[in-house]
């Protein structure tokens, strides 16, 4: 999972990597239109129509498309929940609280945020192999405030689902050496139900491609290590050009793997921080 500081990012900006900033008429139009369509929905929702008000929200699923560049370009084209650009498959603008049903630990449902279907701070990039087991998921804690239309908390609703927006819930995920996402050290028992129910229902663990490639990015970094170590070793002991060409080499390449661009940086991070080496910490991107 992938921090994006969404809340401070507009598609207006002009120092996000392969984008094309939208002046402040695109945007002032976009949010007006998301106004109107949530309007809309309200009227139908008052009335009782709530075949009608998902209807409205299905109608209109291009209007939160026309973000989906935008939102890709902030996480350098990599889906925020995998990691990865191709092996969680195609990409989905994602609703984070679902917007027509929301269904609970148990599968009870429940209504949906639908006031936030058109609100790009709800928007998310995620691989179809994760949304698609998502779906409507989005179970809250015993005893949670809900959030309603007329009464919105959002903020204060006690979520299992981990945020990629968030950046306390990105730092709860960990990786071991086989590929795997697990809690992160010294976590609570009660973020370790978040991590491992956010793993589960975005098939984070079980998709195979998904934890192989993560696998692979441990043993060579784990490489990398053994080969700072060396020549380490070797420029300890004297003047050794070699090993010195061989220090800025791997330096070279670890902060490249660590670089927030990469994919599955936070795979490489971590192999390096869990050494608790200040070294070796000083190399991540």
């Keep these: 999972m992938i921090f994006i500081d ?22 002032d139009a976009w949010l007006a239109k998301s106004n109107q369509l949530v309007a809309e929905l309200a ?60 269904k609970a630990l148990d599968g009870t449902k429940r209504d949906g945020y639908w006031w936030l279907a058109f609100d790009y701070m709800n928007f998310r990039v995620c691989g179809n192999v994760g949304n698609r087991k998502k779906g409507g998921w989005f179970p809250l804690g015993p005893s949670s405030l809900l959030s309603t239309y007329a009464a919105p908390c959002e903020e204060s609703e006690t979520r299992y689902l981990l945020d990629p927006i968030d950046d306390d819930d990105v730092s709860l995920i960990a990786f071991d050496e086989e590929g795997k996402v697990v809690p992160a050290p010294g976590t609570s028992g009660w973020e370790q139900q978040r ?33 700072f170590n060396k020549a380490k070793t070797r420029c300890a002991a004297g003047n050794n050009p070699a090993a010195k060409a061989k220090l800025i080499e791997v330096r070279t390449k670890v902060r490249q793997m660590t670089n927030p661009t990469a994919e599955l940086s936070s795979v490489a991070r971590w192999c390096l921080l869990l050494r608790n080496d200040p070294q070796l910490s000083r190399l991540v991107g």
């Design 6 to 27: 969404l809340e401070n990012k507009k598609p207006t900006d002009t120092d996000i990597p392969n984008w094309a900033p939208w002046s402040q008429a695109q945007w």
């Design 43 to 102: 009227a139908f929702d008052a009335a009782g129509n709530i075949k009608e008000r998902n209807e409205q929200i299905d109608k209109h699923s291009d209007h939160w498309g026309k973000l989906k560049p935008w939102l890709l370009a902030l996480s350098g084209g990599k889906c925020w929940f995998s990691e990865v650009r191709e092996l969680y498959s195609h990409y989905d603008v994602e609703h984070f609280r679902p917007k027509k049903e929301a």
């Design 195 to 227: 991590v491992e129910e956010t793993v589960k229902r975005l098939k984070l663990n079980e998709h195979a491609p998904l934890a192989e490639e993560r696998r692979k990015v441990w043993q060579k970094v784990d490489g990398l290590i053994e080969d």
